[in-house]
């Protein structure tokens, strides 16, 4: 339904920067509640940060609460992910995710791009 693409990933010193697109396709975009998990080696996927389709509500995870920051462009169908002052523990795989209601379970989501690999070093 849902076709969603992750970029701008890469590898970063602690206390970088970086800033994730995801590009959606499809007619439901702008009506989803977009959100971005993260995955990494021998860990579960988890909620990392959410955005309603107004833009005006957002979720954090506690781990990430004012260091990253969310947006989203629903005319350029994208969704943002503005990451400051990035810690070794940030390392993963970051993901893109569109579901039709707020939650912070990734098995309630229907559409995921492919991810892209965010680095840390210390």
């Known amino acids: 339904q849902v076709q969603l693409v992750e970029s701008g990933g890469g590898l970063v010193q602690a206390g970088g920067s970086l800033r994730l697109s995801c590009v959606g396709s499809?007619?439901?975009?702008?009506?989803?509640?977009m959100a971005w998990f993260r995955q990494a080696p021998g860990k579960e996927r988890e909620f990392v940060t959410g955005i309603t389709w107004s833009g005006r509500t957002m979720h954090y995870a506690d781990s990430v609460k004012g260091r990253f920051t969310i947006s989203r462009d629903n005319a350029k169908n994208t969704v943002y992910l503005q990451m400051n002052s990035l810690k070794p523990e940030d390392t993963a795989v970051y993901y893109c995710a569109a579901t039709e209601s707020i939650s912070h379970y990734s098995s309630d989501y229907r559409s995921w791009g492919q991810g892209t690999q965010v680095t840390v070093s210390s």
């Open positions: 499809g007619r439901t975009f702008s009506s989803d509640f």
